[in-house]
C-alpha cells in the first residue's frame, strides 16, 4: 500500500505543480513577445520624431538660403553690399557655417570664408525643378554631420547673356 499512496501522492502533486509551471512559461513567453514589441513601436517611433525634427531643420534652413538668394537676385546691390548681407546671414543663423555667392560658371562671388574655398557649387544638372540641389550628408572635421545645399535664383537686372545667382552654404552640426 506504501508503494500506491506515494505513487497517489505524486500524481497529486504533479497535478498541482504542472500547470502552474506551464502557465509561468507561456506567461514569460508572452511576456517577452509584449515587451519585444513595445520597444520596438518605441524606437520606431521615436525615429520617426526625429526624422520630422530633422525634414523640418532642413526645410526651415533651406527657406532662409532661398530667401536670401532671391534677396541677392532682386537688388542691385554691390559686392560689398553682398558680402555684408551674406556675413549677416551668417551671424545670425548660426546653422551656416559659410554661404557663397557664385556666378553661372561656379566662380565664387563673394563669401563669407576667410581662407580658400573648400565648397563648390553643384553641377547645374543636379538642381531640381524648385532650384534647389543638396549634397549627400558627410561628417566633417569636428565629426559632425554637413551637407552643402546650394539655391539658384535668376538675376532680374539685365545683364548680358544672362547671369545666376547660387547661394551656397554648409550647414553643420545642430542635428
Known amino acids: 500500500m506504501r508503494a500506491s499512496a506515494k505513487r497517489l501522492a505524486m ?5 498541482g505543480v504542472l500547470p502552474l509551471v506551464i502557465y509561468g512559461l507561456v506567461s514569460v513567453t508572452s511576456l517577452r513577445a509584449g515587451t519585444r514589441q513595445s520597444v520596438v513601436a518605441g524606437n520606431l517611433s521615436l525615429a520617426v520624431r526625429g526624422a520630422e525634427q530633422v525634414e523640418q531643420y532642413v526645410s526651415y534652413n533651406v527657406r532662409m ?4 538668394a ?18 549677416n546671414y551668417v551671424l545670425a543663423f548660426p546653422e551656416f557655417r559659410e554661404i557663397t555667392l557664385f556666378d553661372q560658371a561656379g566662380h565664387a562671388i563673394v563669401s563669407t570664408r576667410l581662407g580658400p574655398l573648400d565648397m563648390s557649387l553643384p553641377p547645374f544638372d543636379t538642381v531640381d525643378a524648385d532650384g534647389l540641389a543638396v549634397s549627400p550628408v558627410q561628417i566633417d572635421d569636428d565629426l559632425l554631420p554637413k551637407a552643402s545645399v546650394a539655391s539658384v535664383s535668376r538675376i532680374r537686372r539685365q545683364r548680358p547673356r544672362g547671369s545666376w545667382v547660387s547661394c551656397a552654404s554648409r550647414s553643420s552640426g545642430a542635428w
Not at 500524481?11 to 497535478?15: D, K, N, Y
Not at 538660403?65 to 536670401?68: E, F, G, I, K, T
Not at 532671391?70 to 556675413?87: C, I, K, S
Open 11 to 15: 500524481l497529486v502533486a504533479t497535478a
Open 70 to 87: 532671391a534677396e541677392l537676385a532682386t537688388t542691385f546691390a554691390d559686392r560689398w553690399q553682398q558680402e555684408r548681407a551674406l556675413r
Open 65 to 68: 538660403l532661398r530667401a536670401l
